[in-house]
C-alpha cells in the first residue's frame, strides 16, 4: 500500500547532519535558514508528518546537541532523537543506527541537505523495503557527460544506464547495522549505504526519484533552493 494504510508506526529515519558543509563555505549549511526554517528543520519535517514514522534520528556535529534542539523544539512529534556524528558521513550514520529503536521494521536513511523530499517519494522507498528489504531514489542521468582536460572538454562518457542516487535509501535495519559493522571492520569507504549493503550481495531496489530533490551542496544549489521556497511562499500567500 502506497500510503502506508496496514501498516503500524514501525519506520525509524536517520538524518546524517554532522557534515562541515565545505563546498557550501560558512555557517554548515543545514544550520541556516531557507525561508522560514533552518535546512535542518525543514528535511526533518519530511518526515515527522507521517503516521507510519516511529523515529526520526538527527545526528549532529559535536558541540551542537542544544542549538540542534533549540531548533528543532517547535517540530511536534514524540519521536525525535538526537546524537552526535563522526568524520565521515558514513560514520554519522553509523552512529545514527546505533540509537534506532529496535521495534523499527524498516529505516530511511536520508540527507539534512535534501530539504524537498516528497511524501509520496518516500512511501514509495519504504513499500520497497517492505516488499525487497532494500531500496533507494534515483534519476538517469538526462544530459551528455564528458570529460574536461583543463579548460577544454576531452572524451565523452557513456551515460547509458548511469543514475544519480538520491535519498532517503531504505532497509531493512538488521540489513544496514550488518553493512555498516563489516564496513568498518573492513575498512570500506563509501559515500552512501546502498553501496555497502551491495557489497555484502544485496539486491538494492531502484524506485524513481525527483530532480526537486536535489541535495544542497554549492552556493549556486541554496540559490535554487531559495528560489523554490520563496515560489511556494508566494503561491501560498503571506501565512503559507
Ligand atoms: N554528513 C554527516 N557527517 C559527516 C559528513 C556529512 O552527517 N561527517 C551529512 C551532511 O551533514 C549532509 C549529508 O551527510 O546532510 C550529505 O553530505 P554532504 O552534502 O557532502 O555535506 P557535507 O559533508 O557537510 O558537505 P561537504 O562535503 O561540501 O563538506
Ligand atoms: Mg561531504
Known amino acids: 500500500m502506497a500510503n502506508g494504510v496496514g501498516h503500524s508506526r514501525d519506520v525509524a529515519v536517520i538524518i546524517p547532519a554532522a557534515g562541515m558543509g565545505s563546498r557550501m563555505g560558512g555557517v554548515p549549511k543545514q544550520f541556516r535558514t ?100 532494500a531500496a533507494s531514489l534515483a534519476i538517469p542521468v538526462a544530459d551528455t557527460l564528458r570529460k574536461v582536460s583543463g579548460t577544454n572538454f576531452a572524451e565523452t562518457v557513456s551515460r547509458e544506464g548511469i543514475y544519480r542516487m538520491q535519498t532517503p535509501q531504505g532497509f531493512r535495519p538488521a540489513l544496514l547495522v550488518e553493512a555498516h559493522r563489516e564496513a568498518a571492520e573492513a575498512g570500506w569507504k563509501t559515500t552512501d549505504d ?20 536535489f541535495k544542497i551542496t554549492t552556493p549556486d544549489d541554496w540559490e535554487l533552493a531559495e528560489m523554490i521556497v520563496q515560489d511556494a511562499t508566494a503561491s501560498r500567500g503571506p501565512d503559507g
Not at 563522526?86 to 540527507?111: C, I, M, N, P, Y
Not at 524537498?116 to 517492505?130: G, H, L, N, P
Not at 546502498?194 to 530533490?213: E, K, S
Open 194 to 213: 546502498v553501496d555497502l549493503v551491495m557489497r555484502q550481495g544485496h539486491a538494492v531496489c531502484l524506485i524513481n526519484g525527483h530532480p526537486a530533490n
Open 34 to 133: 531557507l525561508g522560514k526554517h533552518t535546512l535542518l528543520r525543514r528535511s526533518v519535517g519530511c518526515f515527522t508528518g507521517l503516521k507510519e514514522v516511529m523515529q526520526v534520528v538527527v545526528v549532529v556535529p559535536e558541540g551542537h546537541l542544544s542549538d540542534t534542539e533549540a531548533d528543532l523544539k517547535s517540530v511536534d512529534f514524540d519521536g525525535l532523537v538526537l546524537t552526535v556524528g563522526g568524520a565521515t558521513r558514513q560514520e554519522s550514520v553509523r552512529k545514527g543506527l546505533e540509537v534506532v529503536s529496535s521495534a523499527a521494521r524498516v529505516v530511511l536513511v536520508h540527507d539534512a541537505a535534501r530539504p524537498f523530499a516528497s511524501t509520496d517519494k518516500i512511501r514509495e522507498v519504504v513499500a520497497a523495503v517492505r516488499d525487497y528489504e
